[in-house]
């Protein structure tokens, strides 16, 4: 009974750290928007975005390599295996982060497209380095299935965050939102490494030409997947500051809030829920039941979304006209609508995800991406291109973008059959 007993509170105890960590990671954005003028939150979150998708480049999937190989070394004991791997994951991914994802940083910042002074391009730099260092052992940990410390690395690197970014943000402007953004996440690096290690070997950093053209090509179809869900999010930031400009990118970009909640409840439930609906309807072969139970759950979600939208939207209303007035502009209330109900769709579209691997439906997932990609850029062109371009035409591609991708997810999943699985609609 002790032993349960201890494994419900640790359980518990994940998953504080994990809704915590999501929170504080999310109300950064409020934080640092409160600080920042609109241009200047415009840029900061622009020059995030691009760091995500650098950061995916610089890994080229690696990380999601990682979870896959070292799960199944860890389930056969081969623990030095996984270390192995990781430090190899590393090597290759510092090696790809300076041969493809700093070049780019410097064309942008010589071509002066985010506004960005000397000191805030490196540390920008260092930033993109950092974060792909952060996602491998962050994955290495995953596999290993070692849930605390894999929730404790989280949660430092945003409480770390919040205070650092507090205390420099008045006096440094943007410069000390990267400054508190690199030191939060060498930070959690190194106390990681530290308490659950072990810390990698110098020798496993230099490998041949041909382990890294192997391992690249392992990690390359995990990143093509990555590349075609998540450039949108970059590109949508890209496309609205070059139509309406960095004041109005801050504007959209302080929308896109609500859209960073719901993916952080998203990423609490991926984690958490996710991982447990598979194992426990796998064990007995029963697909059926596991999407019975999947599809019950989104439809939850989206009847729970729809009740909670008029409240969110008073609190949201209110909240500007008190505190964020200069983020304000006309339409403002019927572009959130379309924000939000963009964030509903994404995070129901990313409850099919766990269905599509169990059924190992991968081709489909990379599909979909692609047509997805394809449709916003065709709603994004019209924004920008045929009708007056404007924070309120964005917003609605941004929801036409997210209801179609859902659309496509929804139509596809009913028509999966295999010997194992019959999904009745």
Known sequence: MQVSDNSVAKHLFYVAMMVTGMALSFGKWILFAKFLLPADFGAYS??????????????????????????????????????????RSIAVGLLMAGLLTVPTLTVSYMNNWWNLKATDFILVCALLVSTVVFVIVD???????????????????????????????????????????????????????????PSPRLKALGLSLAVIISLIKRGFSFLKLQLLRYASLVFDKWLVGWFIGMQALGQYSFLLIT?????????????????????????????????KANRIQVGVFIIGSLILMPIYLWAASELIARHFSEYAFPHFFISLVFIYAGSMFHVATQFFDSMFYALQKQIELTFIATLSLLLFGLYYFVAGELLTPSVLWFSLAFMLTKVSWFLMTVVWFMKIKSSSVIIVC
């Open 259 to 291: 859209f960073l909640a719901f993916v952080a409840f998203a990423g609490v439930y991926n984690a958490v829920i996710i991982p447990r609906l598979i194992s426990r309807y796998s064990k007995s072969n029963n697909l059926n039941a596991l999407v």
């Open 139 to 197: 994955s290495s940990l995953r596999a290993e299935q070692r849930a605390l410390p894999f929730a404790g690395m989280l949660f430092l690197r945003a409480v770390l965050l919040i205070v650092s970014g507090y205390a420099l943000v008045p006096y440094l402007g943007i410069s000390g939102i990267f400054l508190a953004e690199l030191a939060s996440s060498v930070v959690a690096i190194l106390v990681s490494l530290w308490m659950w290690g």
């Open 46 to 87: 622009a020059v995030m975005a691009s760091i995500v998708i650098g950061t995916y480049i610089g890994a080229v999937g690696l990380n999601e390599h990682l979870i896959q190989e070292g799960s199944r070394s860890h389930g056969l004991g081969q623990i030095a295996e996984v270390h192995k791997l990781r430090d």
